[in-house]
């Protein structure tokens, strides 16, 4: 089948770099001769029908800016079949023949079912600073968040150190740990307490029987957000109960992490995944996640990528540990 018009779509969580990979969507879309409509607020845009043709000069000036020009939303709708039906008779009206579909997790899984329920080509690029989806080195806008965490934890190391304290600071990650492994690595902090070896240590008992404090008068600790470790909030109260001698400090990043200007690492990324998203679809490609192994574009099938958990890298929780003594 030969593809006329694509459509692109942001959805779920904004990351930086999104912008980036619109504009290469686009425009490698009108240079291999088709036409580019622009769907506003995700899978909620596909259901309203708030869609407009995108041109060279629509993503202009764009490389640069966090978040997203297309808005993203949450589209309860979507996940019913009725909702999809909407969104395919859009597609028609609007003589839409394939999607890129830039998001994460809940994005790529709802992009597989509508594939498969309506026999469309679509092709996923990993848009989500948990850097948590199977298959890619790492995701659109993973180093930007990573170096904004970086940034924070040296200005709150000046304090800790000032003070003598113990600084507790969440990340995101929801259900991974690797924006909190490799923040505290990039930082120096002292110890990252992530979901994926909750089950196997204490981590928190393991971190103070290890010496904790003992060369040093201020401690930094990377927590995850996740329902698992508690949080950073869970663990400060963990330690105000058991060791009340400690100073405890707790800042979550919170939504600091997804915006600002993405990095040059997050701008080349999204730039040749957004190219390899047209080679994918003229390729007859569908059900495909756009990834990165080794340097080189892959392409990985939605099943994949959603069901199988990433691994995190248990050589670093060494380094670390070897690290901060």
Not at 37 to 47: D, Q, S, V
Not at 253 to 275: E, K, N, V
Request: with cysteine; hydrophobic share 40%.
């Amino acid at each position: 089948m030969k593809i006329n018009c694509i459509g692109i779509l942001t959805s779920g969580g904004d990351a930086p770099g999104m912008n980036a990979a619109i504009r290469a969507v686009t425009r490698s879309a009108i240079y291999n001769g088709m036409t580019v409509k622009g769907i506003y607020r995700g899978y909620k845009g596909l259901l309203s029908g708030e869609i407009s043709e995108f041109k060279t000069n629509n993503v202009s000036n764009i490389i640069q800016q966090g978040g997203t020009i297309l808005k993203t939303a949450r589209s309860a709708e979507f996940r019913e079949p009725e909702g999809r039906k909407i969104a395919y008779e859009t597609m028609q009206r609007e003589n839409i023949d394939a999607l890129v579909v830039i998001g994460g997790d809940g994005s790529l899984t709802g992009a597989r079912i509508f594939a498969q329920e309506y026999n469309i080509p679509i092709v996923g690029l990993p848009g989500t600073i948990d850097n948590d989806l199977f298959g890619t080195d790492t995701t659109i806008g993973y180093d930007t968040a990573l170096n904004t965490i970086m940034d924070a934890v040296d200005k709150i190391r000046d304090t800790a150190t000032s003070h003598d304290r113990l600084f507790f600071i969440e990340v995101m990650g929801r259900d991974a740990g690797f924006l909190a492994l490799n923040g505290a690595l990039a930082s120096g902090a002292e110890a990252a307490i992530i979901p994926e070896i909750w089950t196997e240590v204490d981590q928190l008992e393991a971190l103070i029987e290890h010496g904790f404090r003992k060369t040093k008068n201020s401690s930094i600790v990377l927590v995850a957000e996740s329902e698992v470790t508690g949080g950073a909030m869970g663990m400060a109260e963990r330690v105000k109960q058991k060791y009340p001698q400690y100073d405890v400090r707790v800042t979550i990043l919170g939504h600091l992490q997804r915006g600002g200007s993405p990095t040059a690492t997050d701008r080349i990324l999204a730039s040749r995944m957004g190219a390899a998203a047209i080679d994918a679809l003229m390729e007859d490609q569908r059900n495909v996640m756009i990834g990165i192994q080794n340097d080189q574009i892959v392409y990985v099938p939605f099943s994949k990528a959603i069901k199988n958990d990433k691994p995190i890298n248990r050589d670093l929780l060494n380094t670390l540990r070897i690290l901060s003594i």
